[in-house]
């Protein structure tokens, strides 16, 4: 069983990396921002409760996330490997309730991938991809909020796992072959 968890600031490449991973790793994608995207344009009822945060780039209360994680995990079939988790957790609060969900479910992280990228670069490639893709919080007010949220709330989880030994930091800003090249070997050597 392989249980990973993608971090990094908004554009440092979590999806296009995570992606990867389960094409050749045979992972279950947890994408809480893809969850949250969906509800939104279903226009379900928690769709309509989160719209407004989303949209400017204000994390969803922990609460909700962690209903919705916690959902998401336990439907995971056993045809899988593992899962990746990809947007959670984004805060202290998440890291800790994380650990609970999966020790109920006999599960836990294998490891703990941290891409780092630097800021102008994180910028120029959300506002490409805002020009490409249309997502409402791609534009530059958004993404300095979303900025500042990563570094004053998800930053601190790195201790949480730096802790448990099974941290890593990965430099993001090569290409996108050259970086899943080295997060393959990490995982590898974690799950022998
Ligand atoms: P990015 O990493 O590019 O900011 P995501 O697709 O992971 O994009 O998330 C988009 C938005 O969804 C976030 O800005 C936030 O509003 C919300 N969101 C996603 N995951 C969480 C979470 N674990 N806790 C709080 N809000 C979240």
């Not at 990973?4 to 921002?33: C, E, M, W």
């Not at 780092?116 to 120029?124: F, G, P, T």
Request: with cysteine; proline share 2%; charged share 25%.
């Amino acid at each position: 069983m392989i249980n990973v968890i993608i971090s990094g600031a908004p554009g440092s490449g979590k999806g296009t990396q995570s992606d990867l991973i389960v094409k050749n790793f045979r992972l279950k994608h947890l994408s809480t921002g893809d969850m949250l995207r969906n509800e939104i344009a279903a226009g379900t009822e928690l769709g309509k409760q989160v719209e407004k945060l989303v949209s400017g780039g204000l994390f969803v209360p922990d609460s909700i996330m962690i209903d919705i994680i916690a959902n998401a995990i336990q439907k995971v079939d056993n045809s899988y490997n593992g899962l990746i988790l990809d947007g959670f957790p984004r805060t202290v609060e998440q890291a800790q309730a994380l650990e609970t969900i999966l020790e109920q479910q006999g599960k836990k992280i294998t490891v703990f991938l941290d891409i780092h990228v630097d800021e102008a670069e994180l910028i120029e490639r959300l506002l490409k991809r805002g020009q490409i893709y249309g997502r409402t919080d791609d534009n530059l007010e958004t993404i300095k909020e979303r900025l500042k949220a990563y570094s004053s709330k998800t930053q601190p989880i790195s201790d949480f796992y730096k802790k448990k030994n099974n941290y890593y930091q990965i430099e993001g800003n090569g290409t996108i072959e050259e970086i899943y090249g080295k997060i393959e070997d990490i995982i590898t050597a974690c799950n022998l």
